[in-house]
Every structure is written in C-alpha cells, then in structure tokens.
C-alpha cells in the first residue's frame, strides 16, 4: 500500500534547573554561590533522505521524544545538555502544524534539517544572580518546557510525468508497459485506487518517473468518484500525459472526454490546466470508428499539444510516445 500521510508528534527536551547551592570548602569560610545552571534540553530535527520513499515507518512510529536537559550542580557545574532526535523523512515531504494547519517546511532536497521542536532552555543556577549588595541568592531559575507539537507529514510523489484521465483510460496499462511497475489492471472504473509510480529507463542511466493516479470523471473536483485528491501526487510533475480512449469501448465521447478532464483539472489547480500536456489517445488496436481518434487530434492540435496515439497491447507508438517525454524532460547533450 502506497503510505503518504503521517501524524505525529514531536516533544523537545525541557531545560535543566539551575540550582541554589554554596561552596562549602574546608579553608575558605563564607564561600560565595556556586549553583550551576541546567542543560538545554534536546532539539527534534527533521531531515531528509533519499534512501526513503515513503512515510510508512512513521505510522507505526508516530511518538519523537528528545531528551531533557540534566539540572545544573554545585560547584557551578553545568548540567549536560540532552541529545537531540533526528526524525528521517523522505525527499518531497512536507511539513504542516496540526493546530494551525500553516505550512512550516517543504522539503525539496536531500539532507535538508527542519527544526521541529526547539529544547527549552536551561534554567540558571544562583552563581548567575550574585551581585555587590546580593552576595548569596537563594534562589535558581527552573527549566523551561521544550516545544511540543503535532506536525502533519504529506508525501507528494515526485514524478516527472503524470498520467491522467477517465477510468479505463489505459494509465496503469501504459505505465505497465514502460516501466517495471506491476499496477492492478482491469476492465472497470477504478480499478487503482492508489497512486503508483514507475521508473521509465532509458539506458545510459537516464531515467523519469512517471505517476499513475487514479481515473477521474466529471465532478471529480466536487467529490465525484474518487475525487481529485490524488491530483495532489501530479501537482510538481513537469508534464501530464493526457489519456483518452479512442475506442468505442468507453461508450462516450473521446473529445468530450477531453474537455471534461481538463475542466476537472482547471477546477483543481489552474496551475495544473497549464502544465505541458501531451494528448495520448489509447487502445487505437481496438479503433473501430477513425473519426473518433481524428477529431481527437485536431482538437489536441488548436490546443497547441503535442498528439500520440497507442496501444499499449500491441506496443504500437508507445516507444515514440516514450522518446517524445525524454525530449521533451531531458537535455540531450
Ligand atoms: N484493446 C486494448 N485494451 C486496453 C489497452 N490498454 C488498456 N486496455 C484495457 O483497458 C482496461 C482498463 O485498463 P487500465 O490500465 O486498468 O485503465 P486505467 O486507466 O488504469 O483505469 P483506472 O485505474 O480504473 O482509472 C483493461 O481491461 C485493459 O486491459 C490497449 O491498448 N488496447
Ligand atoms: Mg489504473
């Protein structure tokens, strides 16, 4: 199962007390205050890693306590100050408060740090308080509370490409064919119910990572159907791969179809409507009606976006459609 959400908890450690204590030394009568101050209490960071893709192991982890500052001693010794906690989190993640629901950190790279939770300082001991006319406070400062809160981690997948379109477009086919990812395939709407992404490779090392998301159908934006919440794993790709059926399997319209995944889009993000699209039109094997795929093009064509059509059964276009995305992804050298 594809894991993107996590709830947790983050307590810093609170700060040592200072204390109140006074040098008691066999030859130095009357000696002055000798309290030392408290430790600070450890820090909670978050941090990148790009070994991690998803945020399953805080799920059953959900609990990042670092720990207290040691309270300070006589002879103005220092209390240690408490260690502080590292909490992994994948590359794409980012970070909100529950309370407020603010966004406080987005983490784009590798081996970025968040801090999530400040340790409290350590109260002072009575050696900070003596003065000319206070020659022996009795008194010391406590600790004070680390920062605790609850943080909400969200996973955005980070794909180059993103598939989009009605169920039984063919998206999970498709990735099927290029890239290693086994995704449920089957002939009924909605079928993956989870984002699943695949890794194209190009030889050479060259790869791009390609999302497929759930079908979409008209009103998905109000909720329909599944709704557009997966949209959010296709929000940072650079391209979306637009697919429409072409057969007369679907029972419906391909440019109507069209138009309605891209209203759904606009509704969502406007940002999304104008990321680079390329039109896919699919299982052009099972293409009974030619007018269907042509009336496809032209309307893919006034929009300005490059047109493919596939089967991704027989393998016919799909390694033209594939070299069209690395172009158009990476930089030929
Ligand atoms: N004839 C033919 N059938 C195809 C082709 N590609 C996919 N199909 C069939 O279309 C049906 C739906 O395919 P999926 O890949 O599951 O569709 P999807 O877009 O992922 O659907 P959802 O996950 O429900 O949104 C399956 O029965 C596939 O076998 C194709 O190129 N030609
Ligand atoms: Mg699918």
């Not at 993956?192 to 390609?210: A, M, Q, S």
């Not at 697919?243 to 399997?249: K, N, Q």
Request: with cysteine; proline share 5%.
């Amino acid at each position: 199962m594809f894991i993107d959400r996590a709830k947790i908890r983050v307590k810093a450690g609170d700060g040592g007390n200072g204390v109140t204590a006074f040098r008691r030394e066999k030859f130095v009568p009357r000696g002055g205050p000798s309290g030392g101050d408290g430790g600070k209490g450890g820090d909670v960071w978050l941090e990148s890693d790009e070994s991690l893709n998803t945020l399953l192991h805080l799920r059953y982890n959900p609990e990042h306590h670092a720990e207290r500052g040691r309270h300070g001693e006589g002879s103005n010794r220092h209390g240690r100050d408490g260690d502080d906690v590292i909490v992994k989190v994948p590359v794409g993640t980012q970070v909100f408060e529950v309370a407020s629901g603010d966004l406080l950190h987005d983490f784009t790279d590798a081996f970025q740090r968040f801090l999530a939770a400040k340790g409290g300082k350590g109260g002072w001991g009575n050696s900070h308080f003596a003065t000319s006319t206070r020659q022996a406070p009795r008194f010391h400062y406590s600790g004070r509370p680390g920062e605790d809160r609850e943080l909400q981690l969200e996973l955005k997948l980070i794909a180059d490409v993103g598939l989009v379109g009605f169920p039984n477009a063919g998206k999970s086919t498709l990735i099927s064919v290029i890239s290693a990812a086994k995704p449920k395939i089957a002939d009924y709407p909605f079928t993956t119910l989870e984002p699943n992404l695949g890794v194209v490779d190009l030889g050479d090392f060259r790869t791009f990572v390609v999302a497929d998301i759930p079908g979409l159908i008209e009103g998905a934006s109000e909720g329909a159907g599944l709704g557009d919440r997966f949209l959010r794993h296709v929000e940072r790709t650079k391209l979306i791969l637009h697919l429409v059926d072409v057969s007369s399997l679907s029972g419906r319209d391909p440019v109507d179809d069209y138009k309605i995944i891209n209203r759904e889009l606009a509704a969502y993000n406007e940002d999304l409507a104008a990321r680079p699209q390329i039109v896919v039109a699919t299982k052009i094997d099972a293409l009974d009606e030619p007018g269907r795929l042509s009336s496809l093009k032209e309307r893919a064509e006034k929009d300005q976006c490059d047109f493919f059509a596939i089967s991704s059964v027989t393998g016919n276009g799909v390694k033209e459609l594939v070299n069209a995305i690395a172009l158009r992804l990476l930089p030929t050298e």
